[in-house]
Nanobody, 124 residues
Framework: QVQLVESGGGSVQAGGSLRLSCAASGYHSSSYCMGWYRQAPGKEREGVATIHSDGRTNHADSVKGRFTISRNNAKNTLYLQMNNLKPEDTAMYYC??????????????????WGQGTQVTVSS
């Protein structure tokens, strides 16, 4: 069982930056994926970025060059550095984990664990 708690959301103007954190607790399988997802009002949830336990990362085309997923294993914490934010990045952001995974494709990752979410609002 894994517990995930996000933090770091807030309100910023377009062009600004935020760093989201996701503190994980509990047992990780030896091979797993973690990822950031977001859902805007009236829209479907979408994957933003994923990272495998071996460090391999994937980023959605919409955020490439602006967002970076990373992980601090010593702190058992997942991060999402978001730069050059745009109003269309406004959404609730969720941290998630899929245990016993060897690939972390954004489109097909199927998390078993989810955090409660943190709101990001970008104004123009």
């Amino acid at each position: 069982q894994v517990q995930l708690v996000e933090s770091g959301g807030g309100s910023v103007q377009a062009g600004g930056s935020l760093r989201l954190s996701c503190a994980a607790s509990g047992y990780h399988s030896s091979s797993y994926c973690m990822g950031w997802y977001r859902q805007a009002p009236g829209k479907e949830r979408e994957g933003v970025a994923t990272i495998h336990s071996d460090g391999r990362t994937n980023h959605a085309d919409s955020v490439k060059g602006r967002f970076t997923i990373s992980r601090n294993n010593a702190k058992n914490t997942l991060y999402l550095q978001m730069n050059n934010l745009k109003p269309e990045d406004t959404a609730m952001y969720y941290c998630a984990e899929e245990p016993w995974a060897w690939q972390c494709p954004i489109a097909t990752m199927t998390p078993s664990y989810w955090g409660q979410g943190t709101q990001v609002t970008v104004s123009s």
